[in-house]
């Protein structure tokens, strides 16, 4: 919800740039899989990257562009702006946040409209956009568990069994840091957005409590990088150092002597 009353915009052009915000969320989407997919093909030295393909690179350009289309779309069109969800609406609105219906831009399905009648029908135009919703975000959440399965079965047959512990000790802080940076977006995109839709079909007012979805957003991207910043060694010293104005030449020198089969690879995907 938007409150126009003391905005420079217009009813109209809030309602489209509060329709662009959340394409911009539907594009974060398809950007979390396409993470995951792209760290698979650096671990498993996928030939892929070796030579730009103008139709793969169109791919990982397209798909954010049509998640957050899509996204948008259902935002302005079947679950925007209407009368009967401003009815429904009105006296909560009102109640909570003392402004008129009318002073706001709302989006937001409303499954269940009430009819003058007394009886309730169900609003197609608001399950064909949740449908679409549900699409997307169970598209991003299958790759990135999918991916990042595979990814770690290549982590694992990366380093041989008679490779030197502290390679083997790479292995492992990689892999933490790959399960901590998936259930990041997880648990701060994916569950909270689909918990507040799937009680908007449930008929169930969860009030402010829905407000908590904008907090796990703008919380993702400064929380996305510290797995790989404190579970990483090297990096865990390099940032201790730099916050405390002491650097160590001789760790970094010592971080430097691990080889290994395909090590590049690996460490490519800690930077992944």
């Known amino acids: 919800m938007v409150n ?139 790759t990135i568990f999918y991916f990042g399965i595979k990814c770690y079965r290549c982590i694992s047959k990366l380093v041989p069994s008679n490779d030197s512990y502290r390679t083997k000790q790479l292995q492992s802080h990689l892999f933490w840091a790959l399960v901590t940076q998936t259930m990041i977006p997880v648990i701060l995109m994916h569950t909270p957005v689909t918990l507040v839709y799937a009680f908007a079909l449930l008929d169930q007012d969860i009030g402010m409590l829905s407000d908590f979805v904008s907090m796990t957003i703008a919380a993702y991207p400064a929380l996305d990088p510290l797995p790989s910043l404190f579970i990483i060694p090297c990096y865990r010293r390099a940032l201790k150092n730099y916050l405390t104005c002491c650097p160590k030449p001789n760790e970094r020198a010592q971080d430097s002597t691990v080889t290994a089969p395909r090590t590049g690879s690996i460490m490519s995907v800690a930077n992944a």
């Open 4 to 142: 126009v009353k003391e905005s420079p915009f217009s009813l109209n052009v809030a309602l489209f740039l509060a329709a662009v915000y959340c394409g911009f969320f539907g594009a974060s989407m398809a950007i979390f899989g396409l993470h995951f997919i792209y760290r698979y093909l650096v671990a498993s030295g996928s030939k892929h990257l070796e030579k730009f393909n103008i139709w793969k690179t169109s791919f990982f350009l397209l798909a954010p562009v049509v998640y957050g289309i899509l996204w948008g779309w259902v935002a302005y069109c079947p679950v925007g702006q209407n009368p009967a969800t401003g009815e429904h609406i009105r006296s909560n609105i009102l109640e909570t946040f003392d402004l008129q219906v009318e002073d706001t831009v709302y989006i937001g399905p409303y499954f269940y409209q009430k009819q003058p009648n007394g009886t309730y029908e169900i609003d197609m135009q608001s399950i064909i956009g949740m449908s679409v919703v549900y699409l997307i975000v169970s598209s991003s959440f299958f």
